[in-house]
Antibody, heavy 123, light 111 residues
Framework: EVQLVESGGGLVQPGGSLRLSCVAS????????MNWVRQAPGKGLEWVSY????????YYADSVKGRFTISRDSAKNSLILQMNSLTDEDTAVYYC????????????????WGQGTLVTVSP | QSVLTQPPSVSGAPGQRVTISCTGS?????????IHWYRQLPGTAPKLLIY???NRPSGVADRFSGSKSGTSASLAITGLQAEDEADYYC???????????FGGGTKLTVL
């Protein structure tokens, strides 16, 4: 059974930093592209970042570019999101989402999601 | 404001058919990128419902179907059931933004 378990969320002050983790199990982690997707309270979904299987191709949404860093550790089956210079607009539930590994990446879907971890940015 | 436009809400009685639209532009749906649909029950993570415009993952009932034409797509749900009450999101890729985009979500209410 595919499982994605996020952790690391919490309350942080504006300008602060937080490191999110997602531990994967039930599938060959190293062969799947991974993403972070977030959802602000009462709002819709927003794609945040993408990392290829090898980690050498990375994309970010403009809203987080230069502040967030995505990485992966295949030895630990884990996905990481380092978040710096946080603002109240970053308050959201952050989901780790697996992306299917076939077809052009621009046509792929998120086939499994974790339960999310809540990040609250507030004084 | 979301790149993909969905109606904020739709409703229908048990047993009826409802559709949820997803309107994009020439940089996403109109560019030929696939549309995928997700269902999010209250307090839970999104779950893939339709992929590649029309395909259902294993375990998804055939009451759910997707279509795409031009710069728009639709999700149809037939034989509405109370447990279909949820938020539904469309998703695609946008070449202008260089990333994946979602609709704003549609809340389905079963009357």
């Amino acid at each position: 059974e595919v499982q994605l378990v996020e952790s690391g969320g919490g309350l942080v002050q504006p300008g602060g930093s937080l490191r999110l983790s997602c531990v994967a199990s039930g599938f060959p982690f190293s062969t799947y592209v991974m993403n972070w997707v977030r959802q602000a309270p009462g709002k819709g979904l927003e794609w945040v970042s993408y990392i290829s299987t090898s980690g050498d191709t990375i994309y970010y949404a403009d809203s987080v570019k230069g502040r967030f860093t995505i990485s992966r550790d295949s030895a630990k089956n884990s996905l990481i999101l380092q978040m710096n210079s946080l603002t109240d607009e970053d308050t959201a539930v952050y989901y780790c989402a697996r992306m299917v590994s076939v077809g052009p990446i621009s046509k792929r879907q998120f086939d499994y999601w974790g339960q999310g971890t809540l990040v609250t940015v507030s004084p | 404001q979301s790149v993909l436009t969905q109606p904020p809400s739709v409703s229908g009685a048990p047993g009826q058919r409802v559709t949820i639209s997803c309107t994009g532009s020439s940089s996403n749906i109109g560019a030929g990128y696939d549309i995928h649909w997700y269902r999010q029950l209250p307090g839970t993570a999104p779950k893939l419902l339709i992929y590649g415009n029309t395909n259902r993952p294993s375990g998804v009932a055939d009451r759910f179907s997707g279509s795409k034409s031009g710069t728009s797509a639709s999700l149809a749900i037939t034989g509405l059931q109370a447990e279909d009450e949820a938020d539904y999101y469309c998703q695609s890729y946008d070449t202008s933004l260089g990333g994946w985009v979602f609709g704003g979500g549609t809340k389905l209410t079963v009357l």
